[in-house]
């Protein structure tokens, strides 16, 4: 179940990444279909948004509709198909505090996208390479998983990494059935530019996998 839980969200990060690179590096124009809202996106209304069940195609998840309407039409919006369903990838750049950007996957069955439903959601926050200790091979080979053949949820959880290394450049949280999935990334390498860390985190929020890239 856990690897299946890791296939589907390693798909949707895949998906979102799409979208997020092109907005984290286009510059400051925005498209003549965007309108900018009042209502700024926080950190606290990041966390507020519901997401749904991936697998139930977002049921009880926030509508498209409902987020457009608080906080505008998206900067990018990108379409992809997955098996019966449509997802559709948004980002938003109207956001305060430190963080860079909000990108949303919503999916539905039907190519009007205003009843999609949010299935996962990803915060973009470019300080961390810059302010936070670097990974290492060293520190990476340190993080502690979860033991999957035990219940004692022993990995490292993501506040604890978080106090060590900043907040992730890339954190993602998807609804795979019924339970809630975090991905995190860190560009705070010894790596140089291209050096990442990438960690899975159960409903327990604590890691259950981990990659590295450019590493020394």
């Given at each position: ?6 296939t589907i969200l390693l798909g949707i990060i895949a998906i979102i990444l799409i979208v997020t690179v092109s907005v984290h590096f286009q510059n400051t124009s ?50 992809s198909k997955s098996g019966d369903h449509i997802l559709t990838v948004v980002s938003w750049r109207n956001i305060a505090g430190d963080y860079t950007g909000v ?114």
């Open positions: 179940m856990k690897k299946k839980i890791t925005t498209s003549s279909q965007t309108h900018i809202s009042s209502n700024k996106w926080t950190k606290k209304s990041f966390d507020d948004l519901k997401i749904g069940d991936f697998n139930k195609a977002g049921k009880d998840g926030a509508t498209y509709e409902q987020v457009v309407a608080k906080y505008g039409r998206p900067n990018k919006k990108n379409k990108t949303l996957t919503f999916m539905s069955q039907e190519k009007n996208t205003a009843t999609a439903r949010l299935t996962s959601k990803t915060l973009l926050d470019s300080k961390t390479i810059n302010l936070a200790k670097k990974w290492t091979m060293t520190t990476y080979n340190a993080i502690r998983l979860e033991n999957s053949e035990t219940n004692e949820h022993d990995g490292d959880s993501l506040a604890s990494l978080t106090k060590q290394y900043g907040h992730p450049a890339v954190l993602t949280l998807a609804n795979i059935d019924g339970k809630v999935q975090t991905n995190a990334v860190w560009h705070n390498t010894n790596g140089g530019a291209n050096g990442s860390v990438s960690v899975d985190f159960s409903e327990y929020n604590t890691a259950l996998n981990k990659k590295q890239d450019k590493l020394r």
